[in-house]
């Protein structure tokens, strides 16, 4: 493109919505990518298998926004996936999140209604009036012996860190059921994209005014692109800044380090994802694509997951230390007035899928909508 309105520096979800929304309001648009693929973290392909797997981890879409809904529906055709898992905790099988059923298996008790298990869980947690750490929360909602078995190892292989280490934030999002649901998410829409998500992708930059340039590190070449309206980026916020307020002390993000493997059977698992909470293995979960869609093959496809120190940042790690170095890159964001930091890279802070979607249509709506002024009545 010789003339660019837009420039947009990632192209998953934050950078492929808004690219597609300001090309349709007639804005030429250019993506610059680091990898050599669409989708980001939700790119997929089929192996050698003949099995469809993503690259970077399963991603369940779910969500209670209805403009989130109808958005995603107008790219890909979706088919009902209501997401469960499952976890080895010793010599047992339960399933996460916490339920009845989680319950009566790990304490060998007969819970059987939820008023039980209401009373149940007010006896056994630890009251705080407001957590101030991950332990805090999870004593908080479930009490000692589940934090031990199921979350505070866990944690500590996904993040390098306890429990205690972290914000509330991190663990008050994980639910706790009062009945025998053993669905991981319970919102009213729970789907997975017919065809994959790079399709999703492909169909949602699938316009003229759209330009993705891909393998291209962006600060190897962002002194060509000076003459834009806007710039959104969806990075490192630390990187955008050449780590200026890091010298001492970097910010802090966990990467996953991805083992597939070929198994010579129809299935190696009864579900698609197994958590292994404790510390008998180093690895944190193992997905079996297979169970997908319903997917068929000779032999199947699974990926046991490493949390890992370095490489692709996946993760922020919340807590006070890190969130007082991320303040003052925030800070220095708020001086460049045409320059936009999306989702959980830029903003250091988690998204679900449905809610990175939305904060990018939102911000859309923000910066094109509400800024424009209100035509009078004559």
């Known amino acids: 493109m010789k003339h660019i309105d837009i420039l947009i520096i990632g192209a998953g979800i934050s950078g492929a919505v808004l690219a597609e929304r300001y090309a349709s309001i007639g804005k030429k648009v250019l993506i610059i990518e680091k990898r050599n693929h669409i989708a980001g973290n939700c790119y997929d392909y089929t192996d050698d298998n003949g099995i469809l797997v993503s690259k970077y981890g399963a991603h369940l879409f779910h969500t209670n926004e209805e403009s989130v809904w109808k958005y995603v529906n107008s790219f890909s055709n979706w088919y009902r996936w209501e997401h469960k898992v499952i976890a080895r905790v010793g010599e047992k099988t339960v399933p996460i999140p916490v339920n009845i059923t989680t319950v009566n298996e790990i304490y060998d008790i007969n819970i059987s209604s939820e008023e039980e298990m209401i009373n149940w869980l007010e006896d056994h947690r630890m009251p705080f009036k407001k957590p101030e750490n991950g332990e805090e929360a999870v004593l908080n909602r479930v009490g000692p ?61 699938n316009h003229p005014n759209i330009e993705v340039l891909l393998e291209t590190d962006y600060f190897d070449v962002k002194d060509q692109y000076k003459n834009f309206e806007k710039l959104f980026y969806t990075g490192p916020i630390d990187r955008f800044f050449e780590f200026k307020h890091s010298l001492i002390e970097k910010l802090e993000y966990r990467s996953i380090n991805f083992v597939s493997e070929t198994v010579d059977a129809e299935f190696f698992q009864e579900n698609s994802v197994v958590n292994y909470p ?30 890992v120190d370095e490489g692709e940042p996946y993760y922020p790690v919340p807590n006070p230390r890190n969130q007082e170095i991320y303040t003052k890159y925030k800070a220095e964001a708020e001086n460049l007035p045409d320059v936009h930091f999306v989702g959980r890279l830029a903003n250091y802070k988690y998204f679900n899928m449905d809610q990175a979607f939305k904060n990018a249509l939102d911000l859309f709506e923000h910066l094109e909508i509400s800024t424009k002024p209100l035509k009078t009545a004559v």
């Open 145 to 205: 012996i589940l934090y031990e078995k199921m979350f505070k190892y866990y944690t500590k292989k996904q993040w390098d860190k306890y429990p205690v280490e972290l914000d509330a934030s991190v663990l008050e999002r994980i639910p706790v059921r009062t009945n025998y649901d053993d669905r991981y998410f319970s919102d009213k829409w729970q789907a997975l994209p017919k065809g994959g998500y790079t399709q999703l992708f492909e169909n949602i930059l």
């Open 278 to 307: 404790g510390m008998e293995v180093d690895f944190t979960r193992i997905i079996e694509y297979k169970h997908f869609g319903n997917q068929t093959s000779e032999k199947t496809t699974v990926v046991k997951e490493f949390t």
